[in-house]
């Protein structure tokens, strides 16, 4: 879903940082860990997503070749952030600061991209 939509989006969805919060929480689980490196699911979750949710700049496939987004372009950051504040009352526990949040983000990007 992250890859879906910052790789055209212009503007995001509301609430939309949730979803990015969820995400850093979940990769920090074990079985989420080790499917990372599982081009099989991966390729499953990309046919999914074609038939579900098209989206013509979406470039799933180019998410195999190392190109997967999990991170906002520079022109979504501020939006992002702002979402992000306004949606912080839906996290229970502890509330990471958006900064941190975004490096998480940034290091999974990374780690999903270099294990494909």
């Known amino acids: 879903m992250l890859h879906r939509i910052f790789i055209g989006r212009e503007k995001l969805p509301e609430r939309f940082s949730r979803h ?48 997967l987004k999990l991170v906002p372009k520079e022109n979504l950051s501020g939006e992002l952030k702002n979402d992000y504040w306004e949606t912080k009352n839906m996290i229970f526990g502890e509330e990471p600061e958006f900064d941190v949040l975004i490096k998480e983000l940034k290091e999974l990007e990374k780690r999903i991209n270099e294990s494909i």
Do not use: R, W
């Open 20 to 67: 990015c919060y969820d995400v850093v929480q979940l990769s920090k689980q074990e079985l989420i860990k080790n499917t990372i490196q599982n081009s099989e699911l991966f390729l499953k979750v990309i046919d999914h997503n074609k038939k579900f949710y098209e989206q013509t700049d979406a470039n799933y496939l180019g998410a195999l070749d190392g190109n």
